[in-house]
């Protein structure tokens, strides 16, 4: 059993919304910090939140207010909401856990998921 599991990718259209699933196994989440990566076709991976044990929440500043990160411990279950979807946000979506969050979201992590397929298209 892998020990971090994203779903809820999937094909939207602009404006659209999904939100995104990080199910861990095998350990408590919220022991640590849990972050989203995304990598575009062609671009490198960059850091779009992190949420810290303590609920902390740090967003990228192309995110403008769109995703919320939120934590459920008994689901041992992380989530990414991502509101009004823009056809630039198309990308796999990572989600990965480290000891703790760096203030400005970046992609070194300890551990890492299998990703999940977004894709904004109309």
């Known amino acids: 059993q892998l020990p971090l599991v994203e779903s809820g990718g999937g094909l939207v259209q602009p404006g659209g919304s999904l939100r995104l699933s990080c199910a861990a196994s095998g350990f408590p989440l919220h022991y640590f910090a849990t972050g989203w990566v995304r990598q575009a076709p062609g671009k490198e991976r960059e850091g779009v939140a992190c949420m810290s044990s303590d609920g902390t929440s740090y967003y990228a500043d192309f995110v403008e207010g769109r995703f919320t990160l939120s934590r459920d411990n008994a689901e041992n279950t992380v989530y990414l909401q991502m509101n009004s979807l823009k056809t630039d946000d198309t990308a796999i979506y990572y989600c990965?856990?480290?000891?703790?969050?760096?203030?400005?979201?970046?992609?070194?992590?300890?551990?890492y998921g299998q990703g999940t397929q977004v894709a904004v298209s109309s």
């Open positions: 990965a856990t480290d000891v703790s969050c760096a203030r400005v979201p970046g992609t070194q992590y300890l551990r």
